[in-house]
């Protein structure tokens, strides 16, 4: 059965970090471009950082650039996000996602293309 799960989602103050994880079964990582998305609510799912095929692509949303950091560990078959200087607007939940075939880019810029989707992590930063 292929599956994504995310962990690693809690509740944090402003200012503090987090490292979400997302493993994957039932399929291996290592031809897949990995995004990491988020959904507020009453707002769109945007993407926010995503990387290549053995990291030496990747991407990030303005809003957080400096902030996170994406990395894979492809013999763990697991994506990392590290979030630092956590702000309240990172409060969402947070998706990972699969794909083949496409660019780190247009992974991020259009989320539907994704293969494979996990379930979702809640990050909540308030104080």
């Known amino acids: 059965q292929v599956q994504l799960v995310e962990s690693g989602g809690d509740l944090v103050q402003p200012g503090e970090s987090l490292r979400l994880s997302c493993a994957a079964s039932g399929f291996s990582l290592d031809n897949y471009v990995i995004g990491w998305f988020r959904q507020a609510p009453g707002r769109a799912r945007e993407g926010v950082s995503c990387v290549g095929y053995r990291d030496r692509n990747t991407y990030y949303a303005n809003s957080v650039k400096g902030r996170f950091t994406i990395s894979r560990d492809n013999a763990k078959n697991t994506v990392y996000l590290q979030m630092n200087s956590l702000k309240p607007e990172d409060t969402a939940v947070y998706y990972c996602?699969?794909?083949?075939?496409?660019?780190?880019?247009?992974?991020?810029?259009?989320?539907?293309?994704?293969?494979?989707w996990g379930q979702g992590t809640q990050v909540t930063v308030s104080s």
């Open positions: 996602a699969a794909t083949a075939g496409q660019t780190v880019q247009a992974m991020c810029d259009f989320p539907t293309i994704a293969d494979y």
